[in-house]
C-alpha cells in the first residue's frame, strides 16, 4: 500500500512537472513568435543586406561588405563575435554576355537572353560562333557522340512540372548545368547552353555553379532563360543548321581571402554543447540574395537576437554562423566542419562538441516544416515536439536533408536539420536578377526566424539524445 | 470450418476492392494533378479575366463581360451553361478620394493616401472639412460620446500581428470597417476614416463594404492606408487640433440587373446530387480582382475542364458557380440558395439535392487544406480521405468555415468546405490596387486548382453521407 502510495506520488509529481514544462515551452514558443511578429528585425536587416550590399559573390566586394555587415550586427546581442579566415574562389563575370542566332531565315537576327555560369571559362572578345544541337540528357548526348563535335550542345530538359517539391524537379534537372559541359566537350564540343533551372517560363536566365571534370578541354557554358529556350527549340525542329554567336568575358581569379562570420551566445549549462543556426552569406553575382540566402541569414542571426531580447539564457551554446561560399565551392562549410573537428579532438582542454546544426537556405517563404538528416531517435525526438510546432504550420518533419553549408558537420554525426518553407515560388527567383528584397514577404520570413528559434530553443532545452 | 473460411472469403474480397479502389482514387487524383500543373488553363484563364477584364465591381461594365467570358469559357467543356438573373447593388466610386490635413505646422498641407468604403456616401464636391478624434474601438468612442460631434472618427486598431492565421486578424479588425461609421455617426461625428484591413504597412489603402445602420445618419467613410494611419496617429500626439479636409465623390445608384453564372457537367449515376465548386465573379473596383476572386473563379471552372479532358464521368452533378456581388451584398449567394431550395422542394417532378458546396475566397496561394462547415461525421468522412490528400500539401482539415457566396446554403443542411491556401500574403493585396495577376504564382493556383478537382472528385465517388 505504501508502495503504491510512493508510486502515486512520484507519478503525480512527474506528471506535473511535466504539465509545467509542456505549458512552459509552449509559453516560450509563443513569446519568440509575439516578439518576431510584433517587433521583429528580420526584415529590416534583409533590407539592408539585400538592397544597400546586394549581390555578394565570394571573392566580391559585396562579400566583404556583407562579412563586416553581419559582424557588425550580431554585436549588439551575442556573447562573442569573430571571423573564421577561409579562402574561396574567385569568379567575375565581366561584361555581359551575348548569344546571337546569327542565320535564322524565321527570325533574322535573334538575341537570347543569357548568363554565364558560375564558374565558367569566357569566350573572350572573339567569341565562339558555331552550330548547335539540342538533347535533352546525356543518353543523347552519347549516342551522338563526337557528331556534337565543334557544335555547341544545348541541354533542353525542363523541370518535371508533376513534382510536387519543386527542390525535387531541380534535383531532376540540375545535372544538365553542373555536369553538362564537361559531358559535352568529351565528344568535342566547343560551348554548352543549358536550359535555366527554373519552375516556369520567363524571360531571365538562371546562373548556378558547374563543375568541370578534369583532364576535359573547359569550354564556355551559358543558361539560357526559360522561355527562350523554348524558342530556340522550336526554331531548331525547323532550321537545323542555326548558327549561334556565343561571347561571355567570365575569368576565374586567384583565391580571394574571405571569412565564415559566427556569433555566439555561451550556454550556461552545457557551454560545450552547441548548437547551430545558420545561412549562408555570399549569393550569385545576378539580383540581391534576398531569398538565396539572404533570407536564411537574417532568420539565423535572428533566432540570437530573440533569445537575447526575451532575456532567454541558453543552457547549451547557440552560434549562428554565416557561411562564405555556399554558392560556388563550400569552401565555408568545410572549413567549419574542419576547426569542429579539431575542437572536438582537443585534449586536455575543453572538448566542444555540436549537437546539433540548423540551416535556412531555401528562401524566406512561408513555414512548412523542418527536413532532418539524423538518426531514427533524434528524428523520433523532434517529431515528438509536433503538438508545440504544427500551431505555427510547422506541420512537414518527414524530409530527408539538412542544408549544403552544414553537410560536412555530418562526418561529426552532428544531426543536420533544414529549415522546410514552402518551395512552390523559390525557382521563379533563385540565382536571377528577380532574387530581390521585393520578393520577400515580412511575415513569411518572419515566420521562419520563429520557427527556427522555436526549434533551437526545444534542442537548447531538452537536447536531442 | 466453412462459416470461417466464408468469412475469411469476404473478408479478403473486400479488402482487394478496397486496395483496388484506394490506387485507384490515388492514380485518379495524380492524373488530375499532372494534369494541371502541365496543361493547366487556370493561369490563363486568369491573365484573361484579371487584365484583360479587370476590375468587376457589381453592376459595372466589367462585371458584366466577366459574365459574358465565364459562360462563354465553360461552354466548351460543360454540359449546360446558364445564367442566374439576380439584382445588385450599383455603387460608384467617382473621382479620386481627396483626404487633406489642412492646418499641420509640422507638416504643412500633408495629403493621406485614402479611399472610399464600398456603399459609402460621399462628400461631394464641397468636401467635409472638421477635426480628427482616434479611437481604437467602440468603447472608446462610447466613452468619448458626444465630444466627437462635428468630429471625423479615425478608427486606428491594426491588425494583431502575433495571430498565425492573418483571417484571424482580420476578423479582429474588421468591425472598424463595417459597422464604425455608423458608430461614429450615433454621436454626431460627420465622417469617418478607417485604418486600411492590411498585415502591414502599405503605402495604399484597402476598400471594403461598410454597412449603415438603420435610422442613423450615413456620413463619409474612407479607408486611409497603413502607413499613412500610423504618421497621422504620431501626428495628432503633437497636434490634437489637426483639421481635416475629406472630398468623396461616390453614390449609390438604382439595383442593376446582373447574373450568376453556372456551368454543369451532368451526373452520370445520381443526376439530382449536385456538388457545387465556386468562387465570386465580382471584385472591387481597385486593382484586377486577381487573388480575390479571380483565382477562385478559375480554379473552379478548371475542375470541371479537369475532369473533361480527363475523360472522367462524374456519378453526381458537378457544378461551377461564379456568384456575383460577394462583395457588397451577397445577392448572388444568396439567390442561388432560394432557387436550390426551390429545386429541393419540388414535388412530382426530379428533386435536386446538393451534397455539398465548396468555395475558393481566400486567393491563389499555396496548398493548406479545407476549412469545413459540416456535421462531424462528414467532416470525419472527408479526414479519412486525408492521406490522398496529404503529398499535395493538404494537411490542414481542422478549421471550421466554408465561404461568403455558400454560407446561404447552409439553410439546407448542405455540407460547406472552403478551400484553404496559405494566408500570409493575403492581406497584403486584398481590396486594394495591389490584387493584380503579377501577384500570383502559376503553381500556387495551379496547386488549389488541382486541390479542388480532387476532393470534389472524392467526393462524387464516396458521398458525403
Same mark, same amino acid.
Not at 521583429?40 to 546586394?54: D, H, K, P
Not at 567570365?250 to 581571402?257: E, F, G, I, R, Y
Given at each position: 500500500?505504501? %508502495? ?15 504539465? /509545467? ?14 516578439? =518576431? $511578429? ?5 526584415? !529590416? ?14 571573392? !566580391? ?6 562579412? *563586416? ?47 554565364? $555560369? ?15 544541337? *539540342? ?21 533542353? @530538359? ?44 520567363? #524571360? ?25 529556350? =523554348? ?24 583565391? #580571394? ?41 537574417? /532568420? ?15 543552457? @547549451?551554446?547557440? %552560434? ?6 555556399? =554558392? ?10 574542419? /576547426? ?16 546539433? #546544426? ?31 510546432? *504544427? ?33 512552390? @515560388? ?16 515580412? @511575415? *513569411? ?18 537536447? $536531442?539524445?
Amino acid at each position: 500500500m505504501k %508502495r503504491i502510495f510512493l508510486y502515486a506520488l512520484v507519478l503525480t509529481s512527474s506528471l506535473s512537472v511535466c504539465a /509545467q514544462s509542456s505549458s512552459q515551452y509552449e509559453g516560450t514558443i509563443k513569446s519568440l513568435y509575439d516578439l =518576431e $511578429l510584433t517587433q521583429g528585425q528580420s526584415y !529590416s536587416m534583409l533590407e539592408y543586406l539585400a538592397t544597400r550590399i546586394g549581390a555578394r559573390l565570394s571573392g !566580391s566586394p559585396g562579400a566583404a561588405a556583407a562579412v *563586416e555587415w553581419s559582424r557588425h550586427t550580431m554585436e549588439d546581442f551575442v556573447d562573442s563575435v569573430w571571423l573564421q579566415p577561409v579562402m574561396v574562389p574567385h569568379w567575375v563575370r565581366g561584361q555581359q554576355e551575348i548569344a546571337r542566332v546569327i542565320n535564322s531565315k524565321k527570325q533574322g537576327t535573334l538575341e537570347l537572353s543569357v548568363c554565364a $555560369l558560375g564558374g565558367a571559362v569566357g569566350t573572350g572578345p572573339s567569341g565562339v560562333t558555331a552550330g548547335i544541337v *539540342e538533347v535533352k540528357n546525356f543518353e543523347e548526348l552519347r549516342q551522338l557522340g563526337t557528331r556534337v563535335q565543334g557544335k555547341i550542345v544545348f541541354f533542353n @530538359r525542363a523541370f518535371d512540372a508533376t513534382r510536387i517539391n519543386t527542390f525535387s524537379a531541380y534535383m531532376g534537372a540540375v545535372d544538365q548545368r553542373a555536369a553538362g559541359p564537361s559531358e559535352a566537350a568529351k565528344y568535342g564540343a566547343v560551348g554548352a547552353i543549358v536550359r535555366s533551372m527554373g519552375s516556369g517560363i520567363e #524571360a531571365y536566365p538562371h546562373t548556378g555553379g558547374l563543375r568541370y571534370a578534369p583532364n576535359i578541354p573547359k569550354i564556355p557554358a551559358v543558361a539560357i532563360s526559360t522561355k527562350d529556350a =523554348e524558342l530556340l527549340s522550336r526554331l531548331l525542329k525547323e532550321e537545323k543548321d542555326l548558327q549561334l554567336y556565343l561571347e561571355t568575358h567570365c575569368v576565374t581569379l586567384d583565391d #580571394a581571402p574571405s571569412f565564415n562570420v559566427i556569433g555566439e551566445i555561451k550556454g550556461s549549462t552545457h557551454p560545450d554543447e552547441i548548437i547551430v543556426v545558420s545561412g549562408h552569406l555570399d549569393s550569385w553575382d545576378l539580383g540581391q540574395g534576398a531569398h538565396d540566402d539572404g533570407a536564411g541569414c537574417v /532568420q539565423a542571426i535572428e533566432v540570437l537576437r530573440l533569445f537575447k531580447v526575451l532575456g532567454y539564457k541558453p543552457k @547549451r551554446t547557440i %552560434r549562428a554562423v554565416m557561411y562564405m561560399n555556399e =554558392e560556388n565551392g563550400l569552401r565555408g562549410g568545410t572549413e567549419y566542419a574542419k /576547426q569542429a573537428e579539431k575542437a572536438q579532438a582537443l585534449k586536455g582542454g575543453k572538448k566542444q562538441k555540436h549537437i546539433a #546544426a540548423m540551416e535556412s537556405d531555401r528562401g524566406g517563404f512561408t513555414p512548412r516544416g523542418f527536413t532532418m538528416s539524423a538518426p531514427e531517435n533524434v528524428k523520433a525526438k523532434i517529431r515528438s515536439w509536433k503538438p508545440w510546432l *504544427e500551431p505555427y504550420g510547422l506541420t512537414d518533419f518527414d524530409q530527408e536533408g539538412g542544408g549544403a553549408d552544414i553537410g560536412p558537420l555530418a562526418n561529426l554525426n552532428v544531426p543536420l536539420i533544414g529549415y522546410l518553407p514552402d518551395s512552390q @515560388r523559390y525557382f521563379s527567383y533563385h540565382h536571377t536578377v528577380e532574387d530581390t528584397f521585393d520578393k520577400v514577404n515580412k @511575415r *513569411e520570413l518572419e515566420l521562419g526566424a520563429a520557427a527556427m528559434a522555436a526549434l533551437t530553443y526545444l534542442i537548447d532545452q531538452m537536447g $536531442l539524445e
